[in-house]
Each structure stands twice: as structure tokens, then as C-alpha cells.
């Protein structure tokens, strides 16, 4: 099984300032990762996938990067609605297998 | 606008069995694989399985942790998508999430669309 890590647990930033959120692979997954977004109460949205592609309706300043088994989100200026809990997923097609991150914190400074 | 609604959550005892649905709309449901994605109260994301469309022969995948307890089906006649779960245990305790994928592929690869969750408690 791949196993996700994130780095950090917490980041704690203050509005208008950039995060950068790690993710790392235990072996190589290509590009085959996604972002998502989760607020307290909200199912997760999906704001990265294919490790840097935009879903629909993502503003701009979320970004990622990396391939391989090292990846980035860089969210370039915080907003209000940024702060949340952000996992990243990765997947496999032989064996089929989904593996989450266990996910970084974005609290208010 | 896709919709996906999961029902059938709530309080079952260890052992015993549940089994919950997700009725969609907005789309063309047979096209898709649909998986379940679940989380622990307090706690990350775990993907449980997913069963590819008919095109793709309508088989099924699952994590370890499930295999053998769980069964996801579906009925594309109604736009339903089913997760039978057998010998619940205490540790499945979880708001179990319906998603769709963002490709109509035979894989479950990006989840674009996610119900709001159904929560089963296993306790007795």
C-alpha cells in the first residue's frame, strides 16, 4: 500500500500571506494526486488534480506542483474562506488502490 | 448540477449489517464509476471502494480494511449506488461519503462531486 504523508499537521498563516503544504509518497505515483479542501460540517472539494490542474471554479491562487512522490499546494495570498483542512490523495491503477494523506491544518495566525 | 444524496446511516450494533444508498442526479449515472470515501469522527479520509460502470464490466475494488465485510453495487436503471456493510465492527464508525469521479473512466481516480455524508455509528 502507498502511504501519504503531510507536512505540516498544523500551518498556522495570516491572511494575505502564501502556505505551502507538503505531500509525500512512499513510492513514486507519478502525477496521479489530487488537493482537496475540507471545512468543519462540509464534505472535501476537489481543488487540484492530476498534481497541478485546477478543478472547475478553483481560484487561481491555489497551485500545485511536484511529481513523483514529492508534491506542493502553495496557496499564494490567504484568504478567509482558505482556512481549513487540506488532504492529498493519491491513486493506483494495478493494484487499484486510493490512499489520503492523514492532512494539514490552515488555521489563522 | 449533480447531486448526490446518501441515506440510510445510523445506529447499529457490532456484528450486524446496514446498508446505504446514494441516489444521483444531474448526470448520466451509468457512465461512471461511484465510489464511497469515509471519515471518522475527528478524523482524515479513507477511501472504502468503488465499482466501475457497466462499460468497464461493473466490477468492484476495496480497501483492505473492508474486503470481504463490504459491498458496493448499482442499480443504473435508478441512479442508485449501494454500500452493503456485513460484521459491522466499532472502528467503521464514520460519516461515509458518495462520490463521483471527474472522469467517466473505469477507475476511481479524482472525486469531483460528494454527497453531504451519512453517518453509521457501531455501537452497542
Known amino acids: 500500500e502507498i502511504v501519504m504523508t503531510q507536512s505540516p499537521a498544523t500551518l498556522s498563516v495570516s491572511p494575505g500571506e502564501r502556505a505551502t503544504l507538503s505531500c509525500r509518497a512512499s513510492q513514486s505515483v507519478s502525477s496521479n494526486l489530487a488537493w482537496y479542501q475540507q471545512k468543519p460540517g462540509q464534505a472535501p472539494r476537489l481543488l487540484i488534480y492530476g498534481a497541478s490542474t485546477r478543478a472547475t471554479g478553483i481560484p487561481a491562487r491555489f497551485s500545485g506542483s511536484g511529481s513523483g512522490t514529492e508534491f506542493t499546494l502553495t496557496i499564494s495570498s490567504l484568504q478567509s474562506e482558505d482556512f481549513a483542512v487540506y488532504y492529498c490523495q493519491q491513486y493506483n491503477n494495478w493494484p487499484p488502490e486510493v490512499t489520503f494523506g492523514p492532512g494539514t491544518k490552515v488555521d489563522i495566525k | 448540477e449533480v447531486q448526490l444524496v446518501e441515506s440510510g446511516g445510523g445506529l447499529v450494533q457490532p456484528g450486524r449489517s446496514l446498508r446505504l444508498s446514494c441516489t444521483a442526479s444531474g448526470f448520466t449515472f451509468g457512465d461512471y464509476a461511484m465510489s464511497w470515501v469515509r471519515q471518522a469522527p475527528g478524523k482524515g479520509l479513507e477511501w472504502v471502494g468503488f465499482?466501475?460502470?457497466?462499460?468497464?464490466?461493473?466490477?468492484?475494488e476495496y480497501a483492505a480494511s473492508v474486503k470481504g465485510r463490504f459491498t458496493i453495487s448499482r442499480d443504473d436503471s435508478k441512479s442508485i449506488a449501494y454500500l452493503q456493510m456485513n460484521s459491522l465492527k466499532t472502528e467503521d464508525t464514520a460519516v461515509y461519503y458518495c462520490?463521483?469521479?471527474?472522469?467517466?473512466?473505469?477507475?476511481?481516480?479524482?472525486?469531483?462531486?460528494w454527497g453531504q455524508g451519512t453517518l453509521v455509528t457501531v455501537s452497542s
Open positions: 462520490t463521483r469521479d471527474l472522469y467517466s473512466s473505469g477507475w476511481s481516480e479524482y472525486f469531483q462531486h
Open positions: 465499482i466501475r460502470s457497466k462499460a468497464y464490466g461493473g466490477t468492484t
